[in-house]
């Protein structure tokens, strides 16, 4: 299906305005001196969940933050909802509808749960209300008034995901949002994203735990030294087993 | 009359009240530079000139321009802020990302400058700035007699700091500057304009000080020098309520002053030391200050 809706946005163009979310073409981002990441071409399509793997320092999260500018130079394209953004101010960005969920999770300190919560301005129209959030988080409601890092490592993650949820943004970057969580905490996470993809949001995910991403992808980008190396869809996935096993080392 | 810890109450409460005084204009200044600070990470030198500058223009406008001080007490520090900006537009945007130091050392040149050409057509010796009708006169307490206009300085510094430390703490835009100043990139990936939060911010921290010179204009003279006689005991509270806290710049600030009063009348000799004295004890037993979070 997904091989469908892909060849469809390829075949005309009108199609492709109404399906294509993100796209990258030749995109290099560099801090300071170093050339981190070497030409990326990559293409999510709307509720698609696509993740990003491989090793640390294969330049997936700085994927994400050239995305939103948060690295101190890109060139090439991207283009998120047909608008081009490289060029685009930081804070524009936001307003296109994208989410952004760091990999330090990015608390604020001097914030409590609930102000953490709204922070992120509205971006699109249709996010979750604050009560969706606290049903679908009800340790958040119950902690509401508590600093936002007074949370444990698993609640913080599910307020760094919730804080975006609340703005509408239907493209979501998440960076390693199981990293340090206890299972029991991962597989909820799991849950959720699934049904975030219901709700026929994007989500463009970096993880290292590929058996936490594999069942809910449909594609992945394999990454190695700031590069993409392979496009493997998720039907793929047995027979590129042994290329995945010298990638990542899983 | 009966003595108080063997002083007449007259002079313990008369020094306590410009104790009190002062401790308002160190609030006010001291939260002005906590402010820009915490979100520009630049030490604004030139605060104690902007400061001038607001008595400055209060004292123009009224001369020249028949501007009495209730207006000033608004325009200055909007003046003064529009000065402001436009130094941050033009010059410190430059220099966020580059040491402390160079913000430091621009901020101290430009001080410098407008200092001494304010000297040079003003000179050092202060120009009188009376205080305006409603505020004349005072009232005696029993205890000690209240000159009406230094109460007002005393309820005026109050309201503006408590006003200020509630919008920082209990609003959405004082959530902003709460990220902005943890986080500014992750807040600018959320959809806000940092860029725009700091120009404003530092306008605010900017007017504060002006707005401080305005409310001295009448009691001290108005002169060049005012700032930077003040600002060097302003960094000692900033240092003491701990670098960018809010509540702390405000209650040190205050506390500061009584403290200063209090020395006066117990041991003036020590007067104007024991601020600095208070500073090294607070950095020996808490490196953070008083307010700052231990990082």
């Not at chain 1, 490289?86 to 999770?105: D, K, N, S, Y």
């Not at chain 2, 200055?76 to 966020?96: C, D, F, H, N, S």
């Not at chain 2, 430009?110 to 120009?127: M, P, T």
């Amino acid at each position: 299906m997904n091989a469908e809706v892909k060849m469809a946005s390829e075949s005309t163009n009108e199609h492709k305005k109404g399906t294509e979310q993100l796209r990258i073409a030749d995109l290099h981002a560099f801090y300071g001196e170093s050339h981190i990441l070497h030409g990326i071409d990559m293409k999510v399509n709307r509720g698609e969940l696509v993740t990003l793997l491989g090793r640390n320092g294969s330049g997936r999260s700085t994927t994400l933050k050239s995305i939103m500018n948060m690295v101190g130079k890109r060139t090439g394209s991207i283009m998120i909802n047909g608008n081009e953004t490289v060029g685009m101010p930081a804070h524009q960005i936001a307003h296109l509808g994208v989410g952004f969920c760091p990999e330090e999770r990015g608390i604020f300190s001097s914030l409590n749960v609930e102000e953490n919560l709204m922070l992120p301005p509205t971006v699109r129209s249709g996010g979750m209300s604050l009560d969706e959030i606290y049903e679908m988080f009800p340790n958040l409601y119950e902690r509401r008034m508590s600093q936002g890092t007074r949370l444990s490592g698993g609640e913080q993650q599910m307020l760094a995901m919730a804080r975006i949820l609340r703005t509408g943004a239907n493209l979501l970057l998440l960076d390693e949002i199981t990293e340090g969580l206890a299972p029991v905490i991962v597989q909820t996470l799991g849950e959720v994203l699934l049904k975030l993809k219901d709700k026929g949001l994007t989500i463009v995910l970096v993880e290292q735990n590929f058996r936490f991403a594999a069942p809910l992808a449909d594609r992945h980008y394999l990454m190695e030294h700031g590069s993409i190396v392979e496009e493997i869809a998720s039907h793929e996935l047995e027979e590129k087993m042994d290329l995945l096993n010298t990638y990542l080392g899983v | 009359m009966a003595e108080l810890l063997g002083f007449p109450p007259q002079v313990l409460f008369g020094q306590l009240l410009i104790g009190l005084i002062n401790g308002s204009f160190y609030a006010l200044l001291s939260l002005g530079l906590a402010i820009i600070f915490g979100l520009l990470n630049i030490i604004n030198f030139a605060h104690g000139a902007q400061y001038m500058l607001g008595a400055f223009v209060a004292w123009l406008g009224l001369n020249f321009l028949g501007v009495n001080y209730w207006v000033s007490l608004l325009l200055a520090p909007l003046v003064v802020a529009a000065i402001g900006i436009a130094l941050e537009k033009t010059m410190l945007r430059r220099l966020y990302k580059e040491d402390h130091l160079y913000g430091l050392l621009l901020t101290f040149g430009l001080a410098l400058i407008i200092e001494g050409s304010f000297i040079h057509f003003f000179g050092v010796s202060g120009q009188p700035y009376s205080v305006p009708q409603a505020l004349t006169g005072g009232n005696n307490l029993g205890f000690m007699f209240l000159p009406t206009y230094r109460a007002w300085i005393i309820v005026a510094s109050l309201i503006i700091c408590f006003g200020t430390w509630y919008m920082i703490e209990r609003t959405k835009l004082g959530s902003y500057l709460r990220a902005g100043t943890e986080n500014p990139q992750l807040l600018q990936a959320f959809g806000i304009n940092v860029p725009l939060l700091i120009t404003l911010t530092y306008g605010y921290g900017v007017a504060l000080a002006a707005f401080a010179g305005v409310l001295a204009a009448p009691i001290y003279s108005v002169s060049p020098v005012m700032g930077s006689n003040l600002l060097i005991v302003v960094f000692a509270v900033v240092v003491i309520g701990g670098m960018g806290s809010i509540m702390g710049a405000i209650v040190t600030g205050l506390l500061m002053g009584l403290i200063e009063g209090l020395t006066k009348v117990f041991y003036p000799e020590a007067s104007t030391t024991v601020i600095f004295l208070v500073m090294i004890i607070v950095l020996l037993v808490r490196p953070a200050g008083l307010f700052g979070k231990e990082a």
